[in-house]
């Protein structure tokens, strides 16, 4: 059974680089047709997609964060990660990690982790 | 961008009940939408991609319709376990794929 597992420090301060390793078990993040991506959800609001990334490299943002992010991908460790520069406030979310096959909704996610900017 | 609309915000039915969520697109998406459950502390669950079809392991009274811009998700004979957000999103026109705003389903 596929699982994916975040991880990160859960306090970050404002105007730093936020990284999250998103830690992939029971599969091989090399499997084609399987975009690998990041998702996140302020407190008490709606779900936010980040970006996603194909195991080849191929990256995909969502242009209102385009130009504070960066994912990548380490299929020798069967990982993926996300950089969020120059955060502020408004980026304390729960950050899920999550797959999403082509033409299928995005499944399975990781049980998310809270990431909280203050000084 | 597509913007996802759902509607309503809340919706509070009896257990037993059927409940009809709706979410709408602000262009054509075909039938690349999804439909997502989420409790409280938990991650989202999906529950139907390609507009109609259940994910793995979903009951048979959760269901999906629509094409296009205007869907529906269908819940027969509502279940306790039933009461959560959810969310539609749409991975037609990506990036970004994008999530409505969420519905909550509470118990009346």
């Known amino acids: 059974q596929l699982q994916l597992q975040e991880s990160g420090p859960g306090l970050v301060k404002p105007s730093e680089t936020l990284p999250l390793t998103c830690t992939v078990s029971?599969?091989?993040?090399?499997?084609?047709?399987?975009?690998w991506g990041w998702i996140r959800q302020p407190p008490g609001k709606g779900l936010e997609w980040i970006g996603s990334?194909?195991?080849?490299?191929?990256?995909y943002y969502n242009p209102s964060l385009k130009s504070r992010i960066t994912i990548s991908v380490d299929t020798s460790k069967n990982q993926f990660s996300l950089k969020l520069s120059s955060v502020t406030a408004a980026d304390t979310a729960v950050y899920y990690c999550?797959?999403?096959?082509?033409?299928?909704?995005?499944?399975?996610w990781g049980q998310g982790t809270l990431v909280t900017v203050s000084s | 961008e597509t913007v996802m609309t759902q509607s309503p915000a809340t919706l509070s039915v009896s257990p037993g009940e059927r409940a009809t969520l709706s979410c709408r697109a602000s262009?054509?998406?075909?039938?690349?939408l999804a439909w997502y459950q989420q409790k409280p502390g938990q991650a989202p669950r999906l529950l139907i991609y390609?507009?109609?079809t259940r994910a793995t392991g979903i009951p048979a009274r959760f269901s999906g319709s629509g094409s296009g811009t205007d869907f529906t998700l269908t819940i027969s004979s509502l279940q306790s376990e039933d009461f959560a957000v959810y969310y539609c999103?749409?991975?037609?026109?990506?990036?970004?794929?994008?999530f409505g705003q969420g519905t909550k389903l509470q118990i009346k």
């Open positions: 029971g599969g091989s993040i090399s499997t084609s047709g399987y975009y």
């Open positions: 262009q054509s998406v075909s039938s690349n």
């Open positions: 999550a797959r999403r096959q082509a033409g299928v909704g995005v499944d399975p």
């Open positions: 999103q749409q991975y037609n026109d990506w990036p970004p794929e994008t």
């Open positions: 990334i194909y195991y080849s490299g191929n990256t």
């Open positions: 390609g507009a109609s």
